[in-house]
């Protein structure tokens, strides 16, 4: 019998991909897996049926920006920390403040951001954000100089588990990544230094 006529095997091809993946898969990327021409509507449909199957266990099917991924139910993250007891990634203010506008206010330029930010906005913080795959370049502005647009990520939006930017958060809500304040002579003091533009918003606050 053809793979694409036997609907359980091409659930089950569909599932191990998805399984073995380490990135998110678009229904695009998935119809490569098959020689014959299988339609995005019914690939759509078994992973519904895949995403039904798995409801209620550790693991969940989700869909995201850039595809369906397999993940870890949220209630069960404290426990697969301990496998992994390494500190998550946390990020200035000043990185946290400058992606915030960025994906609520994209497309932005550099100045833009400055603007609103009432402060420079250093090299390291956007390079930062753009390591982290967070931000890209979508073009450049029609003015003199022709700065660069910032926008928002489909990465951005899979590290967050959105479908689209309709579905972002409230900002309070991108709080929780941001570093505590430290006081001078509080203890790990050398690893909360500011960044140069939060340096240069102490100034101004103190003026």
Do not use: C
Request: net charge negative; aromatic share 6%.
């Amino acid at each position: 019998m053809s793979t694409i006529t036997d609907l359980k095997y091409l659930k089950i091809v569909l599932e191990t991909a998805l399984l073995t993946s380490a990135e998110a898969l678009s229904v695009s990327a998935l119809k490569k897996l098959f020689t014959e021409d299988v339609k995005a509507a019914l690939i759509n449909d078994l992973l519904a049926e895949i995403q039904q199957d798995w409801r209620g266990r550790g693991i969940e099917l989700v869909k995201l920006a850039s595809g369906w991924r397999f993940r870890a139910r949220a209630e069960f993250t404290p426990y697969l920390a301990r496998l992994t007891p390494e500190k998550p990634p946390r990020y200035s203010r000043a990185v946290m403040e400058t992606l915030a506008i960025v994906a609520y206010r994209q497309p932005v330029t550099r100045g833009d951001i400055e603007a609103i930010r009432g402060v420079s906005v250093s090299t390291s913080v956007m390079q930062t954000l753009l390591e982290r795959g967070w931000v890209e370049v979508i073009g450049h502005k029609d003015v003199p100089g022709r700065p660069g647009l910032y926008a928002t990520t489909h990465k951005f939006l899979d590290d967050l588990g959105l479908v689209s930017l309709r579905d972002l958060p409230p900002l309070a809500d991108l709080g929780t990544l941001v570093l505590p304040e430290v006081q001078p002579d509080s203890v790990g003091e050398a690893d909360a230094v500011p960044l140069d533009d939060e340096a240069d918003n102490v100034i101004e606050q103190e003026r």
